[in-house]
């Protein structure tokens, strides 16, 4: 069984920066993908930004482009999610997840393709 743990969240102000971390184990990985979504109250789960299986390709939601830049560590399975100049919509709860059956590279922006899930870390931007 995969078991993913996120990390780093918090209650920052608005402009401030936070870095997330998301480390997998109970297995290892050839090939996969590795993303962040997050959920803000009353509202659906939304892609962040993913690393495709290649490991080619990164994808970014509008809303964070240029603000947000994701980064794995191969030999340790881990992703990191680095956010800067962040804002009160930034607020949710921040989830990773894991893709280990292999699609096309774009696809790993939907949620419907990864396989496993962190519990999630909570982000709080105050202004």
């Known amino acids: 069984q995969v078991q993913l743990v996120e990390s780093g969240g918090g209650l920052v102000q608005a402009g401030d920066s936070l870095r997330l971390s998301c480390a997998a184990s109970?297995?290892?990985?050839?090939?996969?993908?590795m993303g962040w979504f997050r959920q803000a109250p009353g509202k659906e789960r939304e892609f962040v930004a993913a690393?495709?299986?290649?490991?080619?390709?990164?994808y970014y939601a509008d809303s964070v482009k240029g603000r947000f830049t994701i980064s794995t560590d191969n030999a340790k399975i881990t992703a990191y999610l680095q956010m800067n100049s962040m804002k009160r919509e930034d607020t949710a709860v921040y989830y990773c997840?894991?893709?280990?059956?292999?699609?096309?590279?774009?696809?790993?922006?939907?949620?419907?393709?990864?396989?496993?899930w962190g519990q999630g870390t909570q982000v709080t931007v105050s202004s």
């Open positions: 997840a894991v893709a280990i059956r292999y699609y096309s590279d774009y696809d790993c922006r939907d949620p419907h393709v990864y396989d496993y």
């Open positions: 109970g297995r290892t990985f050839r090939r996969y993908a």
């Open positions: 690393i495709s299986w290649s490991g080619s390709n990164s």
